[in-house]
């Protein structure tokens, strides 16, 4: 059974520095995109960037670049995303999600983790 | 770039049919395939409807999506509606310079 399974929820405050995580298993994680998603409280689906764990090729949304990071560790199974100075407006829902490996849409999503950032 | 615009909201009975629509802001929607999600009140996103009107197995045959190629709009179309349909449903598209582009979402409430 395919399942990505996402770290917890975090709270933070302004200027902290947060990485989360996206555990994929039940399926050969080198060889399928891990995307991110965020959805910010009552809004809609809005995308991050992506990252094929296998040779790390990372691209990133124009609204993100600079923004985030995005990283995989293929011996862990693994894809991160991480901030190094975080903002109240990054509070919000994240997703990961599995990219379908010949088309362009996500087909197995995580969990979400939540990220609270107030001071 | 391009934008997808969906209506906010939408209602129907249950036992009804409701059509959700996508409208692609420049280019063909028939250029690149429209995907459709399922949002739940506190759940993640799933996939209803990919590459225009494929369903994933498990997902019903009341759900169809399509797409009309003398107009710029992707359809989802709910048939024989149950209060589980309660969701928001996103459309999802992409061109060769936006590689993921969602739809602001509709909520779609079955009373």
């Known amino acids: 059974e395919v399942q990505l399974v996402q770290s917890g929820a975090e709270v933070k405050k302004p200027g902290e520095s947060l990485k989360i995580s996206c555990k994929g298993s039940g399926y050969s994680f080198t060889t399928y995109w891990i995307g991110w998603v965020r959805q910010m409280p009552g809004k809609g689906l809005e995308w991050m960037g992506i990252i094929y764990p296998g040779d790390s090729d990372t691209r990133y949304s124009p609204s993100f670049q600079g923004q985030v990071t995005i990283s995989a560790d293929k011996s862990i199974s693994t894809a991160h995303l991480q901030w190094s100075s975080l903002k109240a407006s990054d509070t919000a829902m994240y997703y990961c999600?599995?990219?379908?490996?010949?088309?362009?849409?996500?087909?197995?999503w995580g969990q979400g983790t939540l990220v609270t950032v107030s001071s | 770039n391009f934008m997808l615009t969906q209506p906010h909201s939408v209602s129907e009975s249950p036992g009804k049919t409701v059509t959700i629509s996508c409208t692609r802001s420049?280019?063909?929607?028939?250029?690149?395939?429209v995907q459709w999600y399922q949002q739940r009140p506190g759940s993640s996103p799933t996939t209803v409807i990919y590459?225009?009107?494929?369903?994933p197995s498990g997902v019903p045959d009341r759900f169809s999506g399509s797409i009309d190629s003398s107009s710029t709009s992707a359809s989802l179309t709910i048939s024989g509606l149950k209060t589980e349909d309660e969701a928001a449903y996103y459309c999802?598209?992409?061109?060769?310079?936006?590689?993921?582009?969602f739809g602001g979402g509709t909520k779609l409430t079955v009373l």
């Open positions: 999802q598209s992409y061109d060769f310079n936006n590689p993921w582009v």
């Open positions: 590459e225009n009107n494929q369903r």
């Open positions: 999600a599995r990219r379908f490996s010949t088309g362009r849409y996500f087909d197995y």
């Open positions: 420049s280019g063909s929607i028939a250029s690149n395939y």
